[in-house]
């Protein structure tokens, strides 16, 4: 079965620490991104990918980091930088073509909070 | 910045009742999407409809789309239980030459009571 696989599904951190959540997608897309939800709000961009090795920041990509080695994956790193990191993380892919804007198919997310 | 904003915020409706949801947006769109969310989970596309379409229809669902006026309805028929879940709209918002963003409302919070 195609899909994005995110993991952990729980993530905690401590003060001053990075953490890397991880996602791993087997759909052959080349775009990918993340995005961090708070309760009751909309998804907001972190960080996207169009293309192995390149990515853009979001709206919001203060504190965060990406790497895009593999089109397969595209981890995040939250560093200690962000003061405010307890959210649900959500991972998405899509076909990167002439079209824009294709339909994006998510994981499961990461809920991470501070210990 | 949020581009799409849904109506209402929550919506509570007896088993087999019609929901109906609304999205406003701001600036001109490519297209215009919808997408479920139940709790805990993630995001699941369900239809997408492009600027030069009114309607588009997929099993129980049914999203209008009104350039004019910057919105779009998605309407649910004959509701079940499992449609319990947030509904949000997306658009591509201020989408430049090299934009591919999606950008979120808030969502609509659906309650089907059996």
């Known amino acids: 079965d195609g899909g994005i696989t995110q993991s952990p599904k729980y993530l905690f951190r401590k003060e001053g620490q990075n953490v890397t959540l991880s996602c791993e997608q087997n759909?052959?897309?080349?775009?990918m991104y993340w995005y961090r939800q708070d309760p009751g709000q909309g998804l907001r961009l972190i960080y996207y990918?169009?293309?192995?090795?390149?990515?853009q920041k979001g709206d919001i990509a203060e504190g965060y980091s990406v790497s895009r080695e593999k089109k397969e994956s595209f981890p995040l790193t939250v560093t200690s930088a962000q003061k405010n990191p307890t959210a649900f993380y959500l991972c998405?892919?899509?076909?990167?073509?002439?079209?824009?804007?294709?339909?994006?198919?998510f994981g499961d997310g990461t809920r991470l909070s501070i210990l | 910045s949020q581009q799409g904003e849904e109506d209402p915020q929550a919506l509570s409706i007896q088993e087999g009742e019609n929901a109906t949801m609304n999205c406003s947006y701001k600036t001109s769109i490519n297209n215009l999407q919808w997408y479920r969310q139940n709790s805990g989970r993630g995001l699941v596309h369900l239809i997408l409809i492009r600027s030069n379409e009114r309607e588009k229809h997929s099993g129980r669902l049914r999203v209008t789309l009104d350039t004019s006026k910057k919105s779009s309805s998605l309407l649910i028929t004959a509701s079940r239980a499992a449609d319990t879940a947030s509904y949000f709209c997306a658009t591509d918002g201020d989408s430049g030459a090299g934009s591919y963003q999606l950008t979120f409302g808030k969502g609509t919070k659906l309650s089907v009571i059996p």
């Open positions: 990918s169009q293309i192995v090795n390149d990515f």
């Open positions: 998405a892919s899509s076909i990167f073509g002439l079209i824009k804007n294709q339909p994006q198919h």
């Open positions: 759909l052959n897309h080349d775009a």
